[in-house]
């Protein structure tokens, strides 16, 4: 693996982050904004800016209009467009949007590419992806997937609950995950204002930086033509793969960007604050605390980084993408809650942008797989692997 960067992703790389400095940090004031993120207005004011400044949605294909950014190329521009929390607004690469434009780009049909994939990549829709539901339903195991998709003549009726449900709320279109009668899983897709689909709710959360918030969605009897599936019946988890590997790396780079972010703060303050007669740097305490950031951002960053590198190389990338989103997930947020400590006061208040930081970061460590289950499933590919090599030689003799 080569670490240099062309000079071509440094040029890039710095568009980007001066473009998150000039036209979207000043915009992180703006009153257009609530618990459940960045109001429609907003959010299409900083697709405009980006796409003014030629870097709209830069990791679909350039045959939709987009850059066709490699997966260590979207690592670099991912993790400055993180910077600020509007920045992956602007871009067009937030969640569920961003995995939801590679998966449809993958298994999408020409005809569904244009209806709904199109309009996603110019930023003028939004998507959402409906799996996850309330118990006894799918969550952290999504074998448990309760939704129901029953065959009508040419039609399919779809029935169940979904809940944290990213973007509902103003989403133009929804990939649903449902449960067919032979108990294999397939994903459809449906316009939002279909007969049958009702936004039960937004739910209250820490974080709020994703348009639409987390919106809890009812189907009832849903009727969408077979002509609306996405790929293949019954192979609805086998493409949740080809979403979640990359979307779980996507996540790691923009919250690297974040926890940058919030050790940038914390490091300037520490420069010029004194106490006890010196900079609050120069305290062991305080120092140890920065080294200790800087040790997790690199750290992060290189799990980030050859993981997309693996990706590139056209592995399918699932243990590494585990293992980063566990790693990136508990580091970056470590660094984050440093530079709380470190900020003191300032920290807990709003007079810098770590304490949004640290409310938006917190859920990281839950979504696309909580750690535990992702360690997990690390442990049993890691004890299926020993197996398979200790079994090896056996097997030759």
Known sequence: ????????????????????????????????QSHHGPSEALRRELVARGKAAGLLTPHASRELGGMGLTHVEKAVVFEEAGYS???????????????????????????????????????????????TEPSPGAGADPSMLATTAVRDGDDYLISGDKWFITGAEGAHYAIVMARMEDGSATMFLTDMDREGITLVRNMDAMDACFAGGHGVLRFDDVRIPAADVLGEIGKGFRYAQVRLAPARLTH??????????????ALNYARQRHAFGKPLAEHEGVGFMLADNDMDLTTARLHIWH???????????????SRAKVVCSEAEWRVVDRSVQILGGQGVTGETPVMRIFTDMRAFR?????????????????????????????AGA
């Open 1 to 32: 693996m080569d670490f240099s960067l062309s000079p071509e992703l440094i040029a890039l790389r710095d568009r980007v982050r001066q473009f998150i400095a000039e036209q979207v940090i000043p915009l992180e004031n703006d009153e257009r």
């Open 85 to 131: 929390w509007l920045g992956p607004t602007a871009l067009n690469i937030h969640a569920p949007d961003e995995g939801n434009i590679h998966l449809m780009e993958e298994v999408a049909t020409p005809a569904q590419k244009e209806r709904w994939l199109r309009p996603q990549v110019a930023g003028e829709w939004r998507s959402c992806f409906a799996m």
């Open 252 to 265: 790691c780079m923009r919250w690297l960007g974040q926890a940058r972010r919030a050790h940038d703060t």
């Open 307 to 321: 993981t997309a590198w693996l990706l590139d190389q056209g592995e399918k990338g699932n243990f590494e993408s």
């Open 366 to 394: 839950i979504y696309d797989g909580p750690s535990e289950v992702h360690r997990w499933s690390m442990a049993r590919k890691l004890v299926h692997m020993a197996d398979k090599a200790a079994a090896a030689p056996e």
